[in-house]
């Protein structure tokens, strides 16, 4: 996947991150294109292959129930991408995999998700007010967002994904209220847009930098104190202790 740096996008991505006065909202607005890089190619080719390992599962079990079950229609039935032994619904899973993937480099989905943990939106419309809505609600108007993303992406061509993961986000150790992911994969363009709102606590940061130039980080929160982080800092040597909130 390749980001596509917008300059349509940054005041957009900018006004999706902001605070209320109950939590702190992390949101964003990334376009790729589906051209596969080299790190693409290898998760593609290990998607396929969990796949196909758990199709041939699902078949052994379908011939072991009494009667037999069509294996096929319980793939298709279970994927919002469609039969699951068709290349076109697998290499969609996977774009969507790659996106997240890239977005959240932090994180690695592929070997995490499946494709139960996303749902298909069939109306354009039902999606667009699912977010405006939230954005109405926490009073956070975006101008231009959609007009932007169509622009981008002619919105009336795409497929509509939203990820709900069965099993919880993994932003939920972080302290996640709430979250919106979806995605809109134009394949004539050859374009995915991952639009995404996440609400969680606010936080406290403890900072102190110490010679020879490392700044530590301690993140608390209303349940206490969470954890150290460390990265390095290029001011002077010296010793300071600041209390910041968000």
Known sequence: MKFLPLCELEQINHLLNFDTT??????GCDIYTTKAAGVDKKLYKSIEKDL???HEADLRLSASLSPPHDS?????RNSPFGPLDQPAARRTFAYLIATLNASHPDYDFSGILRPSDFRRERSLRTALSAIDTTLFNLSRPVPKLWETIDQEMTLKECLIYQYCPEDGDIYSEDGLIWSLNYFFYNKNRKRVC?????????????TTVTAPGTIW??????????????????????????????
Request: hydrophobic letters at 30%; charged letters at 30%; glycine letters at 8%.
């Open 22 to 27: 109950d939590c702190h909202v992390e949101g």
């Open 52 to 54: 196909e390992t758990r």
């Open 72 to 76: 096929s229609a319980l793939l298709s």
């Open 194 to 206: 991952y639009l995404y709102l996440r609400g969680g606590r606010k936080v406290k940061f403890l």
């Open 217 to 246: 980080t301690m993140t608390m929160r209303k349940s206490g104190l969470e954890t150290w982080n460390s990265k390095v800092y290029s001011g002077r040597d010296s010793k300071r202790l600041a209390m910041l909130s968000c």
